[in-house]
């Protein structure tokens, strides 16, 4: 008798993405995350954090228009918002089903999401990876990396709208942006 394997569990594909005060966070605070499912992008999350530290970078908060003022007074504790996007999270991933990060240049928004999720509930639904949009278009289109830019895949994918840098809006964009990348490299494959 031949032992079985188990049925690998389906995937729940999120996009995700994330305003902060800097370009890291050993140093500055994650300030905002937005997410929704990638097929039902109707299906969102969307949380403004209180910052940890008043370091902030005028260049980067001017990016997503927040206030480390108002964010203070009116944003949410960084264990309040984890605990509400894990709840969110697996709300929104079917019994079975693991949730796969996905973002735009996802290194950069995964290393907030993954160093909260760790400081402030001590685990990460998402597990230990992410798939990264433009290396996705990467390997399936072929190319540069600077082909990989929203300047360029916009006008292919986008219609050329470029992203607001309000987490939400730019987590639904960039769930756009995926399934169009995934046809095509589906109508491509297809078509060899």
Not at 24 to 51: Q, R, T
Not at 76 to 89: G, K, N, P, S
Not at 131 to 154: E, F, H, P, Q
Request: aromatic share 10%; hydrophobic share 40%; net charge negative.
């Amino acid at each position: 008798m031949t032992p079985t394997s188990p049925v690998p569990p389906g995937e729940t594909l999120i996009s995700v993405d994330i305003e902060a005060a800097g370009p890291h966070p050993a140093d500055y605070s994650m300030l905002s995350i937005g997410a929704c499912v990638v097929d039902n992008p109707d299906s969102g999350f969307y949380v403004e954090l209180k910052p940890l530290t008043d370091a902030a970078m005028e260049a980067s908060l001017a990016v997503g228009g927040l206030s480390m003022e108002r964010l203070s007074k009116e944003g949410l504790t960084a264990v309040d918002a984890m605990r509400q996007f894990e709840d969110w999270i697996e709300l929104v991933t079917p019994r079975g089903h693991l949730p796969v990060f996905v973002g735009f240049n996802a290194p950069f928004d995964w290393m907030f999401v993954d160093a909260y999720f760790h400081r402030f509930l001590g685990r990460n639904p998402f597990g230990h990876s992410a798939l990264d949009i433009k290396a996705y278009y990467m390997g399936a289109m072929g190319g540069s990396w600077s082909d990989t830019s929203m300047r360029v895949l916009s006008p292919l994918y986008l219609e050329g709208r470029y992203l607001s840098h309000n987490a939400l809006g730019d987590a639904r964009d960039q769930a756009e942006l995926f399934r169009k990348i995934r046809a095509d490299a589906e109508a491509r494959r297809d078509s060899r």
